[in-house]
């Protein structure tokens, strides 16, 4: 059975200006220790996403549809008090910002512990062992005696070892990562990335991390969700899809790593801009920046399902039978 298995789910914010469909008819499953990217332009749905996942959509949004089952459980529609007890130790979220997570007044052992105290009854002995132990792992130096230190006095990196190490505390089945090195240099992120690459494998948790840059989600990720205004418009390996996409927009996001590009040459960009989802275009929403726009993409296309891959278009990229 998957660990985590979503079908059609649906969010939306009831807005003064309208309803916004942020979350659309999204599904796919995730295996256990399995690193699945979550990629797309700013504004695509990938943080909504990742809320809708833990319980965490806040007024004016709400999960209107759909399924979201971790480890055969349905959350959606399930009690805060029975999600609450679930998020932390079943299922947990890394922030961008680690900051935002951490409480700034106490040392880290002391938030540890009581991250820990939430879902466990055991001694405080016993807890700064778990603590050390996690910081370890994430490879924290000195981890007993960092404890006693307080956010601050951590890097950037660092603080986001700490997030890292807390959302691994009780080995959950699933962490959803958003864009938690987006903000770190790049030699931190790779070390940080090559980190939560072998936890998952040691520790069999299963990883969605959220991410606008193909490049890191690819150097990380076994298999692709590819979002674009809401909606999931390509999803399989992640080998297939960098070598052989099939959606337009995975092509244009592939297109535009500094890997396609030579040196001295300007990094090439998906034209236009991301639609408001206030004012979605009747059909594919990608339509209006798509170079193989067609006649019947003013309909919006269903998933075409393809040797363990699917995408949503009518005028797909290299499949066999279609147009080049
Ligand atoms: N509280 C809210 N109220 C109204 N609309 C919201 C709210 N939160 C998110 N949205 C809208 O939902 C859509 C999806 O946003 P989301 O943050 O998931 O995108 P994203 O792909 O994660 O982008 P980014 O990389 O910029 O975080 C956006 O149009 C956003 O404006």
Redesign the pocket.
Known sequence: MSVLAVENLRTE?F?RAGT?R?VNDVSFTLERGEILGLV?E????????GFSLLGLVDA??RITGGSVKLGGTELVGMAQDDLRARRGREISMIFQDPIATLNPMLSIGQQMRMALEAHEKLSRRAADARAAEALGRVGIPSPAARLKAYPHQFSGGMRQRVAIAIALLHSPSVIVAD?PTTALDVSIQAQILHQVKELAAETGTAVIW?S?DLAVVSSLASKLLV?YAGRVVEQGPTAALLRDPRHPYTRGLIDSLPASTSPGELLAQVPGTTPS?LALPPGCPFAPRCARSADACTTMPDPTEEAGRSYRCHVPVGAQGAVA
Do not use: N, Q, W
């Open positions: 914010f807005t916004l942020a797309g700013s504004g695509s749905g990938k943080t909504v996403t004016p949004g864009e959220i606008h979002m989802l």
